[in-house]
């Protein structure tokens, strides 16, 4: 009788185990997403992905206080588990958890290859914070919260020591839109090309030129009149009207390039953010969050509420069944007109006499918001870029 009764308790007592496996892990999920609707609701600027699976906590994220919380609440609910999630930065980068943008301009991909879509770019001298590595590509976050990934030939790596004695050497800003270092003063042999924001240290200066380095130690000569030390660069910075329209027209012309946000080429969030930049403002990457910045103008098209440097963002309307979908995004300067990269950066009007009347736009727009001078814990200053937070 014995023999007969055995398998059938075998059964009973893996069908408890299996429901409370269940029973765990659909807890557990619960608890998981609702810790990364607290902390990680735009997976762009917070990395919070992890599972529950056979009775172990799996994945990875750089919210390792959050990631504490929910072990203490796991415990709490008497939930045993393993804890197998990856804590970012990957202790495997050793102290080297930061990094200094090498090149102009280094293209920062979704995926750790080539091929992956362009998701944003980053000009040299940018500091970053390093977060792992994957067959020479790097996971890193720029000072507007991006995650993406770049090559390593775009990057010096570095200590947090390392990085703060970059931060008090003294430093220029590039400020033509486009140039280049050269080996030599006579300027016959290049050793990298330059773009307007790019900033270098200062090794020696003549009347004319300055023996510059670049954050991985390459040394070379520019224009004195192509550049600004850095206090007097940011001293300078404003966003006036008259400063945030010279800029953006600086740039007519340039070709459109998904995540481009340099004068090599720009998308349509990346050019209002460049323009912003170059007058002193580190503003959200993309136009679905800029868009939550700032304080709202306009949603009615009363163009006369608006004035030069408002944000107009275009797209899709929601509905009771579909999320509004933001799409695009472009600047305004005045008398009906706005500037944006659309193909190439152009300026567009919704005056239906002006030649360049934007009737796709004017039927897409979905509101207008002011960012100049409204505080806001997204917004930085790009005097705040070279401190050591």
Known sequence: ?????????????????????????????????????????????????????????????????????????????????????????????????????????????????????????????????????????????????????????????????????????????????????????DQTEMVSDLVAGDILTIQEETKDQINVSLPDGREGWISAKEAQDWDSWIASRNTTPEALISTAKQMMGTPYLWGGTSIKGVDCSGFTKTIYYLNGQIIPRDASQQINEGELVDADKNWDKLQVGDLLFFGVKGTAEKKERVVHVGMWIGNGEFIHSRGLVRISSFDPENPNYDEYELGRYLRTKRIVNVPSEHILSVSELLTNN
């Open 1 to 185: 009788m014995k023999k007969i009764y055995i398998p059938i308790l075998v059964s009973l007592l893996t069908l408890l185990f299996s429901c409370n496996s269940e029973d765990n892990t659909e807890q557990v999920s619960k608890f998981i997403e609702a810790k990364r609707a607290e902390v990680a609701p735009d997976k762009r600027v917070a990395l919070w992905d992890l599972t529950f699976e056979n009775d172990s906590l799996k994945g990875e994220t750089d919210q390792t206080a959050a990631l504490e919380e929910l072990i203490e609440d796991l415990k709490s609910q008497q939930i045993n588990f393993t804890d197998a999630v990856l804590r970012l930065p990957d202790a495997g980068l050793g102290e080297k958890t930061k990094a200094l943008v090498t090149i102009s301009v280094a293209n920062i991909r979704s995926n750790p290859k080539h091929s992956a879509e362009l998701a944003t770019q980053a000009l040299m001298g940018t500091p970053l914070n390093v977060l792992k590595e994957e067959d020479g590509w790097f996971l890193v976050q720029t000072p507007d919260g991006y995650l993406s990934w770049v090559d390593r030939a775009g990057i010096h790596l570095m200590t947090e020591a390392e990085l703060e004695h970059w931060y008090r050497e003294p430093k220029v800003v590039f400020t033509a839109l486009t140039g280049y270092v050269w080996q030599s003063s």
